[in-house]
T-cell receptor
Framework: DADVTQTPRNRITKTGKRIMLECSQT?????MYWYRQDPGLGLRLIYYSFDVKDINKGEISDGYSVSRQAQAKFSLSLESAIPNQTALYFCATGRAGDYGYTFGSGTRLTVV | KNEVEQSPQNLTAQEGEFITINCSYS?????LHWLQQHPGGGIVSLFMLSSGKKKHGRLIATINIQEKHSSLHITASHPRDSAVYIC???????????FGTGTRLTIIP
């Protein structure tokens, strides 16, 4: 099994629908991150969590929310999806004081 | 202006050629990452470095902290090296990464 697992891998949804992307990890890392990747742009941080009770907004959090259900699980929700949220979404994990990252395989989301 | 600039944006080369991808950044950093992303695939960490040079197989990464510059080299390139290579930095006192926009490498057989 992968160290960082994202589900689903691909999703097509309609404008206005609520959708949840899930991330789980077996690394035992305390830090978890959600990023968005768009063509021609670097990965941009949506939300991050340094532990279960510590949730922080990233640079592009509008239209998104997150939940850290356990140390190993970090979910990203789009409350009312819109077409410009079509992108590749990555979850990543890290450990306090260590700059190493582990990335998931990504979720390709299309909003029509 | 992006804090992390990569060059070139696109690179096409023949199999066997020596490849260099460059990364320049504008802030003090604790660490620099080189990442690989295959088409339709996830992101894999190749190197994390804060000084000097690291080597893994045919890949070599170097960093010059004073010049705020890093290079990723691929020796004896192969079509399976075709991917997007991403540079990312962890600024001082900040575990959150800042990413470059990537270099798309295509190796032709």
């Amino acid at each position: 099994d992968a160290d960082v697992t994202q589900t689903p891998r691909n999703r097509i949804t309609k404008t206005g629908k609520r959708i949840m992307l899930e991330c789980s990890q077996t690394k035992g890392h305390d830090r978890m991150y959600w990023y968005r990747q768009d063509p021609g742009l670097g990965l941009r941080l949506i939300y991050y969590s340094f532990d279960v009770k510590d949730i922080n907004k990233g640079e592009i959090s509008d239209g998104y929310s997150v939940s850290r259900q356990a140390q190993a699980k970090f979910s990203l929700s789009l409350e009312s999806a819109i077409p410009n949220q079509t992108a590749l979404y990555f979850c990543a994990t890290g450990r306090a004081g260590d700059y190493g990252y582990t990335f998931g395989s990504g979720t390709r989301l299309t909003v029509v | 202006k992006n804090e992390v600039e990569q060059s070139p944006q696109n690179l096409t080369a023949q199999e066997g050629e020596f490849i260099t991808i460059n990364c320049s950044y504008s802030v003090g950093i604790s660490a620099l990452h080189w990442l690989q992303q295959h088409p339709g695939g996830g992101i894999v960490s190749l190197f994390m470095l804060s000084s000097g040079k690291k080597k893994h197989g045919r890949l070599i990464a170097t960093i010059n902290i004073q010049e705020k510059h890093s290079s990723l080299h691929i020796t004896a390139s192969h079509p399976r090296d075709s991917a997007v290579y991403i540079c990312a930095v962890a600024p001082f006192g900040n575990e959150k990464l800042t990413f470059g926009t990537g270099t798309r490498l295509t190796i032709i057989p």
